[in-house]
């Protein structure tokens, strides 16, 4: 690139872009013996924030130490840096068991498996400019780590997350003495890390991802471009549990269950939609999206033939008429399926009144462009646009209570 042309594109930006940033050097150490990480926050630039403020609500984060103005409340810690550099240094506690008595992160001597957005809490940010985020873990020796972020050296790692000022990790981690395989799968850096001693299917799952991702790929273009998944056996939660670039999932799930969905391509569906519930009535339109394609990329990628197919959908809507109504705070087991047959009728009409030119794929890449919250008005203002007029799957006489 010209000498000239350097000159322009930095007349183009705005007045102040390159000088209203900072870095920001996440610092985590583990140490298994206190099932602890010891994590320092370093600030570094012309224009820090004025104010974070971190919450700390779910009671794993203590020691909580700053030079700066450091204010401790109940549930949150506001943190007020000054000068050009400032440095925030807490404890947090690894583990963290469920009310079924699996863990969603845990540390033994061996590895650790956690959310880095949990290691790092959630903060709301007041000022300062665009930020630029790096991640240094120091473990033990011997200790691997895999992240879903580019390295730059040994256990350090560039972050990134598009469209935000203030950057931090997000997304499944793992830690230890671990084994990994990785694929490039339709253009998605693609890693299966678990603990080395676990039998864990990590080729298996890079076949089956072979098989599917593709699929995936052509309903959502923007899914991300690197993907790690990460498994482990008892006393992990048997399930799985998805994350930015990321999922959890248990050893012993298998990628096709006996009722021919997959637990898998569920996740992978959350990972590339990126939607939540916008309220207390629409977790059903996360949950039924993902489990419908969790069928539907099944029979697209032969997988399964339509008469399995046919038969799957059939048991889902089955056990869903034992839900009452989708209009609830929590989607799970025969609301789910409910929700798989309302997503299926959704499907219907939208091919019915485009005489096939549209599906549900449209709405389903909307809702992934956009992320964020979904609600059922947001859906029915999609659905209509894809169809042209208001669809009948969507009217609330068939969410709510069934007449008797």
Same mark, same amino acid.
């Given at each position: ?15 102040? /872009? ?85 863990? &969603? ?30 991640? *240094? ?26 469209? !935000? ?16 395989? *990785?694929?490039? =799968? ?11 001693? #676990?039998?864990?299917? !990590? ?18 273009? #923007?899914?991300?471009? !690197?993907?790690? =998944? ?12 998805? $994350? ?34 916008? &309220?207390? *009535? ?11 394609? /969790? ?7 032969? $997988?399964?033939? #339509? ?13 869903? *008429?034992? /839900? ?12 789910? /399926? ?6 299926? #009728? ?8 485009? &005489? ?5 794929? &449209?709405?389903?890449?909307?809702? %992934? ?13 999609? %659905? ?21």
């Amino acid at each position: 690139m010209s000498l000239r042309l350097v000159v322009y594109l930095l007349f183009l930006l705005p007045t102040g /872009a390159i000088a209203d940033s900072y870095s920001i050097l996440y610092r985590a150490e583990f140490n298994p013996d206190s099932g602890m990480a010891a994590v320092d926050i370093h600030l570094d630039g012309d224009k820090l924030p004025r104010e974070l403020s971190l919450n700390i609500s779910s009671g794993r984060y203590s020691a909580l130490e700053s030079e700066s103005p450091l204010e401790l409340q109940k549930n949150r810690a506001i943190w007020r840096p000054q000068g050009t550099s400032a440095k925030l240094s807490y404890k947090f506690m690894v583990d963290n068991r469920k009310g079924s008595g699996s863990y &969603d992160s845990l540390m033994t001597d061996q590895w650790a498996i956690l959310r880095s957005d949990k290691l790092i809490p959630s903060m709301a940010v007041t000022g300062g400019g665009h930020s630029k985020a790096e991640l *240094q873990l120091v473990l033990p020796e011997g200790w691997s780590s895999e992240l879903p972020y580019e390295k730059i050296s040994t256990h350090h790692y560039q972050l990134k997350d598009p469209g !935000r000022r203030f950057v931090r990790p997000k997304g499944w981690m793992i830690i230890g003495e671990i084994g990994s395989r *990785q694929d490039t =799968i339709a253009g998605v850096y693609t890693k299966v890390a678990a603990p080395k001693e #676990q039998k864990v299917r !990590r080729q298996d799952t890079l076949a089956f991802l072979n098989w599917t991702l593709p699929a995936l790929k052509e309903v959502f273009p #923007q899914f991300p471009d !690197r993907l790690l =998944i990460v498994s482990a056996g008892n006393p992990m939660w048997r399930g799985g549990l998805s $994350g930015t670039r990321s999922l959890f999932m248990h050893a012993d799930r298998p990628l096709i269950s006996g009722n021919r969905t997959s637990s898998t391509i569920h996740e992978l569906v959350h990972v590339a939609t990126g939607i939540s519930a916008g &309220d207390d *009535q629409s977790d059903w339109i996360v949950e039924g999206l993902a489990e419908f394609y /969790a069928v539907e990329i099944l029979r697209r990628t032969n $997988g399964i033939g #339509q008469r399995r197919y046919d038969e799957a959908m059939d048991k889902l809507a089955k056990w869903g *008429q034992q /839900a009452p109504s989708l209009l609830v705070k929590r989607s799970s087991g025969p609301i789910t /399926a409910r929700a798989v047959g309302v997503m299926r #009728q959704l499907d219907q009409e939208i091919r019915a009144a485009t &005489d096939g030119k549209a599906c549900i794929d &449209d709405i389903a890449r909307r809702l %992934a462009e956009k992320r964020g919250k979904v609600t059922l008005q947001r859906l029915q203002k999609l %659905a209509e646009e894809v169809a042209g007029h208001p669809v009948e799957a969507l009217n609330i006489e068939n969410l709510g209570e069934r007449n008797s």
